[in-house]
């Protein structure tokens, strides 16, 4: 009898609970093959409901996603789906409101808009293509949360800003997606003014008329794994930022910015704030009408951290990997540090083949270590150029190589100047100069003030230069304004001339200030030239001293008799010619035979011909 009441209270207390608990609804799905039929679906749709789309639509407005309302918009079956708005947004989100689309495409016409949101917007799949606003041609959002997976932003445009998407204070997040082919004034792919973050994405083809062809950021953002490509900022003379233009946080990890241009700085990226760059790629970028081709620093907050990676094939007017200018002569610096970074075949018309710096009245700093620097050109500093400016400049280089860099001018490797009054300092420690060339002065590096460039513990070997000048004793040390410095090895000069016992000459390490015109100082090219031109030896002398000849080449039918030119007091280029003069030839010996001729004269047997009048023999 207890256990029948008491199964009796346990049943009741059971239906009392399931009373009182909340009835969970169910998330519903509705069809829908109109725009009459989405908007009413849309507006009867409970949190979690999923409207599905089994036709193409066209838009007569804007649909309003109201707060507190979480839908999702589907194509059936697996279709793809599009939603045609030619005179509006296609939805407005409201603060507090959730859409998700999947699988659907969102088409202006060139005409209407896409998204705006300032609630919470995703996207799964399909597209937002061919729509058009002042702002945010694509996706405009404000306070608002965008992600775009595995979707497609592109052909859309902005008469201003943010021709794909336009993030004034919220957050996108972009994963596995392609923005490509969308035009604005500026950042005509993204425009960023809060919080973005892309991975593993494609950023390509955005022209923009101003800046920021792939991307424009005023706000914070972090690119992983992903690349931003054929993006241009070219529309009028004064383009930067062919692939981004940066004026807030950037961070760029294992990417690649490839085949991006501007017409004025900044091919690749052109920085105003913080830019942080780990093992990516930065290639192939063009800046036409000046700085930057892969990176432009251009401003004294501008502070560039580069760690791995590479830049190459690069090119501008200055600085065809790196150009870093501190135009804003305040307290700050125009910084830029790089470790284990390869910056390689980059050119300039200018100066500054691989880097570019320059203190333009203020302050700017770079800092190189455990990188290479190789086969980069420019007029003057192949590898690096660096000049005050009028402010200061500061160059610190720790255990890098230098190699198969080229000046067209002075300094193959590294070129130093003061220019309007300031200072330029360089510090070089550790690594290798090898095997760069200067048309004129300093193969390895050039200086314009030789107490401004300190050197320690460096190999030197292999640089070239076409003038040169050298310290050959104690002595000259006061009288070039010179100091001895720390390298462990030296370019060999050519055989035959002075040994380099100071590190003091051309092909390593050319300067200007303190140099006394004395012609004893100057090289010259001596060429030994055979009789028909060919060269038999080149050699590079000091005014002063002698050449030494090659051994004579042996003339069949001739011989040498010595050199047309004096070469033993060189003071100049001179070319020197072998002189030859012909052997004579053996006379024939006449051998009488019996053959005779008509008037019975012998003739000798070597004769090639007689004439008997004449009474000559001809051989």
Known sequence: MKNIKKSIAISAALLVLLTVMPVTAFAAEITVS??????????????????????????????????????????????????????????????????????????????????????????FGGKICGNSASWGGGIYNSRGTVTVNSGEISGNSAVWTGGGIYNDSGAVYINNSEISNNAATYGSGIYNGSILKISGSSIRNNPAIISGGGIENSGTATINDSEISGNTATGREDGTGGAIDNYGSL???????????????????????????????????????????????????????????????????????????????????????????????????????????????????VAVSGGK??????????????????????????????????????????YNVNDSGGSATITVSGGEISGNTATRNGGGVYTYDLTKATVSNTVF?????????????????????????????????????????????????????????????????????????????????????????????????YTFTGWDKDFSNITGGLTVTAMYVKNDEPKPEWVVTDKKDANGVKIPSNAHSYDAGAGVVFY
């Open 34 to 123: 109109t725009f009459a039929e989405l908007q009413t679906a849309i507006t009867s749709a409970a949190s979690g409901d999923t409207i599905i789309v089994s036709d193409n639509i066209t838009f007569s407005g804007a649909i309003a996603i109201p707060s507190g309302k979480d839908v999702t918009v589907t194509s059936s079956n697996g279709s793809n789906f599009t939603l045609m708005a030619t005179d509006s947004r296609h939805f407005i989100v409201s603060n507090g409101a959730v859409l998700t689309l999947a699988n659907i495409t969102l088409d202006g016409g060139k005409t209407g808009g896409g998204i705006d949101n300032y609630g919470a917007f995703i996207i």
């Open 251 to 365: 961070s760029i990890n294992g990417s690649r910015i490839i085949g991006n241009s501007s017409s004025r700085h900044g091919g690749g990226i052109e920085n105003c704030a913080a830019l942080d760059i780990s093992n990516s790629e930065i290639s192939g970028n063009s800046a036409s009408g000046g700085g930057g081709g892969g990176i432009s620093n251009w401003t004294s907050s501008g502070i560039v951290s580069i760690i791995g990676g590479k830049i190459s094939g690069n090119l501008a007017q200055n600085g065809g990997g790196i150009y870093n200018n501190d135009n804003m002569n305040n307290s700050g610096t125009a910084t830029v540090t790089i470790s284990g970074c390869e910056i390689s075949g980059n050119s300039a018309t200018r100066n500054g083949g691989g880097i570019y710096s320059t203190g333009n009245k203020g302050d700017a700093m």
């Open 461 to 557: 070997s292999a640089n070239t230069a076409s003038r040169a000048y050298w310290i050959t004793s104690a002595a000259d040390i006061s009288t070039y304004n010179a100091q001895i410095m720390g390298v462990t090895q030296f370019s060999v000069p050519p055989a035959g001339n002075k040994s380099f016992e100071y590190a003091y000459n051309n092909y390593d390490i050319g300067y200007t200030k303190g140099l006394t015109e004395n012609p004893e100082d100057t090289l010259y090219t001596v060429t030994f030239a055979d009789w028909d031109g060919t060269v038999l030896d080149t050699q590079i002398v000091a005014r002063g001293s002698g050449a030494v000849a090659p051994p004579a080449h042996a003339r069949t039918g």
């Open 373 to 414: 620097i190789s086969g980069n050109s420019a007029d003057n500093g192949g590898g690096i150029y660096s000049s005050s400016g009028g402010g200061t400049a500061t160059v610190t280089i720790c255990d890098n190589i230098f190699s198969e860099n080229m000046a067209r001018g002075d300094g193959g490797g590294i």
